[in-house]
């Protein structure tokens, strides 16, 4: 809101919703006040949003114990998007957790664990800091994130599943021999038949249902009779119903005719625990899923060097201020973000931003925390510290990512919604079927407990969340940051890359090349007054311009009002005079004719040189060039990205013919020059076609045309990097970045496919089998574990993803 009007607009749509009495909107506090009765925070918010304005949210993020299939998470999700005020819930299986979207304060924590509660859940408690300045793996544990993951859910609950998958194994083996064996050996069938070894028998198997097997029926059999049936409930019906009957056979006989009188206690026991050794196997590999974000924590020493009150100390990191002095050795590991005031050396930042090579750094420059000092010590000043931090940034950003949902995954929540439930009623009719054809109530069970077992809605569930959570975490390994998981989808579907040129296929350090002054001027006393009408500018090629004045040891004087024209130039006073700078446009703008340099503009436009000019008291004074280098990797960067079909396009706001020589040197198709800020969003337009369109950019400039692109990709440097203004984020400013995070877009997808195609076909394949008997639960029981192992093993194969093949240092054809 900015005026009055804006106010009473939002005002007037709040007034005309039910139940509102009342509403007054504060203009300076930008704040409205609703009264009335039953009123609803999502109604209030949706009017809000229809009058054209938009309130702040909020996110509720915390962990969720219980959750073991797809079902599960879409329980959780449906009652906390029920709760007033959510605007999203997104329930994600593979980390456990949920992130709740809302209004602020409403609701209030204790009602987001309270739904959970209610839909059978338990939320878990978060772990809090810990005290001492080093944790197991060496790193400052300082912030809720590094507790979080310095000792993942994954390893209490492996810990857990660990010790009841060995102990229902351990009893469940006589069962398995005595059942096994009798087949093999008709001596031991007839030495091991009888009440007392079915008694035997019935000892053992409750043992293994109420001890390890106990979580499957106190969370299956409370989500049933809610009428939510999940995984656990199959589990606890399939093993409950094989047990009851053995039971009954063994303890009152006379209720089941002499010829069905079989038990089926080995099959109760040890559909537990392979159930149990799936779901140990599956944490396991869920635990090394998530492995990339503790490495990340982990690069943050735990002790830092630094000078206070003149002397030299060592604290804990937790404990360094912005400001602090900092001093570091050779070879140690930078505490936390900071520039260089004394010393040179070379900085191996390859877990940061994914560059391989060492990294020159000098005085006036800025490092990241967790990268490696070379062979020079340094004296720093810290300028970040905590959760400020580019480390602390990327392990942000990546958690975000794997805890998002992707829209391939809309039809896999779907059909678990109702799978569970389906698989109930289809046991049901195994069980009935094979009843009415005279199999025999032995066999009507074993087949109707295999459907159940067999079933695996977990695959469903771990297909999706799984591969973007090695992928996500493998990207940033390699410098490549993806702000949401939704981006590894939608940047596997461009078919158009358009690119900035300054800053992104060029060095973003442009060199004044040329200086040519109109009849009447001269360099010596041209070159101040253009200096100092650039010095208030930002722009690179502004430094390029006083950098020029500066080695050639000429006095800079003050300008006075400056003024920046966007895409075009800038005017300012200097000692008395007007001097105006700028594009051919902009002195065209002003009715000054730049014809006298026309032949001089086309030849320097030829040799990739971008003219400007300026003026002085609204008469040509000269033609300037500045040339910005072509990075030396954006030759092999393109190159690759027209080895995976995608279309190129530029993007420049330099004149038509410096652009087109840049274009047709880097084979680049498509161009679109000498646009201004505000036109990039319209250039994008014009450029998307038919197809879905990236944009890459420096993410700060650019943020206009990378909002508006399908996907748009931030390309920085280290500590500079834009990280709100794109859906990719390149750390290490390489355009080589790019065609890897597209490699890795389509490599992730591709897996989420395979996970997918494997979930389903698995089911669609063996539940038919288990309906015509031909699968015992045993093996059911087997191959539904097997099946979570298979999703998430074949996701881990993304942590040997390799970025493409590129030359190093390819010079521009």
Request: charged share 20%; glycine share 10%.
């Amino acid at each position: 809101m900015h005026c009055a009007g804006c106010a009473g607009k939002v005002e007037r749509a709040l007034a005309a919703l039910p139940n509102v009495t009342a509403a007054a909107v504060n203009l300076a506090t930008r704040r409205a006040t609703v009264e009335g009765e039953a009123l609803n925070p999502t109604a209030l918010r949706d009017a809000i949003a229809r009058a054209g304005f938009a309130s702040p949210t909020e996110t509720t993020e915390l962990a969720v114990e219980g959750m073991n299939c797809a079902a599960c998470t879409g329980r959780v999700e449906r009652a906390l998007a029920a709760l007033p005020g959510v605007e999203e819930a997104v329930v994600n299986l593979a980390t456990r957790r949920a992130t709740i979207r809302h209004a602020p304060g409403t609701p209030d924590r204790q009602a987001i664990e309270e739904a959970i509660r209610a839909a059978g859940y338990q939320p878990a408690p978060e772990a809090a800091p810990e005290p001492a300045p080093r944790d197991h793996a060496g790193a400052a544990a300082s912030d809720p994130a590094h507790a979080r993951h310095a000792a993942p859910p994954e390893a209490g609950e492996e810990a857990g599943l660990r010790r009841d998958t060995l102990l229902a194994l351990a009893l469940a083996a006589p069962l398995f021999l005595i059942e096994m064996g009798g087949h093999l050996l008709p001596a031991l069938h007839h030495a091991t038949a009888g009440t007392t070894w079915n008694l035997v028998q019935l000892a053992l198997a409750t043992a293994v249902i109420l001890g390890p097997g106990r979580r499957f029926h106190a969370i299956g059999w409370p989500a049933l009779f809610r009428g939510a049936p999940e995984m656990n409930s199959l589990v606890a019906l399939g093993t409950a119903a094989a047990w009851a009957y053995s039971a009954a056979v063994t303890l009152a006989p006379g209720l089941v005719p002499e010829e069905q009188r079989h038990v089926y206690f080995e099959a109760a026991a040890v559909i537990t625990a392979l159930v149990l050794l799936g779901r140990w196997l599956e944490a396991r590999s869920r635990g090394r899923a998530s492995a990339a974000i503790r490495r990340l924590l982990d690069l943050q020493p735990a002790t830092a060097r630094v000078e206070r009150d003149g002397v030299e100390q060592e604290i804990p990191a937790t404990r360094l201020r912005a400001g602090d002095i900092l001093r570091l050795r050779p070879g140690e590991r930078i505490p936390t973000d900071a520039e260089i005031i004394e010393g040179e050396s070379h900085l191996d930042e390859s877990m940061v931003t994914g560059e391989s090579l060492p990294v020159h750094r000098g005085p006036g420059e800025r490092v990241i925390g967790g990268t490696v000092n070379g062979p020079g010590a340094l004296r720093l000043r810290a300028t970040a510290v905590g959760s400020a931090t580019v480390l602390a940034r990327i392990t942000r950003l990546v958690e975000e990512a794997q805890g998002g949902k992707l829209p391939i995954q809309a039809l896999a929540d779907k059909v678990t919604r109702y799978f569970v439930p389906a698989v109930m009623a289809v046991a049901a009719l195994t069980f009935a079927g094979w009843l009415l054809a005279g199999g025999g109530i032995a066999h009507a069970l074993v087949a109707a407990v295999a459907v159940l077992i067999i079933a695996c809605p977990c695959a469903m569930g771990l297909a999706t969340p799984v591969a973007v959570m090695v992928g996500t975490g493998r990207g940033a390994e390699l410098g490549v940051l993806f702000r949401r998981g939704a981006a590894l989808q939608a940047l596997q579907d461009v078919s158009t890359i358009a690119m900035d040129k300054t800053g992104t296929l060029t060095e973003g350090r442009p060199a004044l090349t040329d200086l040519i002054p109109a009849p009447g001027f001269d360099e010596a006393s041209l070159l101040p007054l253009i200096a100092a009408a650039e010095s208030a500018s930002e722009h690179p090629v502004a430094e390029a311009i006083r950098a020029a004045a500066r080695d050639r040891d000429l006095p800079i004087p003050r300008a006075m009002a400056t003024q920046a024209i966007p895409g075009m130039g800038l005017r300012a006073g200097v000692e008395g005079r007007r001097v105006e700078v700028g594009a051919d446009r902009f002195m065209e703008s002003l009715g000054i004719d730049i014809a006298p340099f026309a032949e001089r503009a086309a030849r320097l436009g030829d040799a990739d040189r971008s003219p400007i000019y300026a003026a002085i008291d609204g008469r040509l004074a000269a033609i300037l060039a500045v040339a910005d280098p072509i990075r030396p990797s954006t030759a092999p960067a393109l190159q690759a990205l027209r080895g995976m079909g995608l279309d190129l396009a530029m993007v420049s706001g330099d004149n038509r013919r410096t652009a087109t020589a840049i274009a047709r040197q880097l084979g680049i198709g498509k161009l679109e020059a000498e646009v201004l800020p505000e036109g990039k969003v319209e250039a994008i337009r014009q450029l998307r076609g038919a197809g879905k369109l990236a944009f890459v950019g420096d993410g700060i400039n650019d943020a206009p045309a990378l909002a508006a692109a399908d996907t748009g990709i931030a390309i920085g440097t280290g500590t500079d990097v834009a990280i709100e203004s794109a859906d990719v984020v390149l750390m290490s400013g390489d355009p080589r970045g790019i065609p890897t995070a597209i490699a890795l877009s389509r490599a992730t997808l591709r897996n989420i496919r395979q996970n997918l195609f494997w979930a389903f076909a698995y089911n669609v394949v063996l539940i038919p089998v288990a309906i015509a008997g031909l699968l015992s639960p045993v093996l059911a029981a087997a191959a539904m574990g097997l099946s979570s192992v298979f999703v998430v093993g074949n996701a881990l194969r993304l942590r040997r993803f390799r970025a493409p093949e590129m030359a190093a240092t390819e010079k521009p054809a």
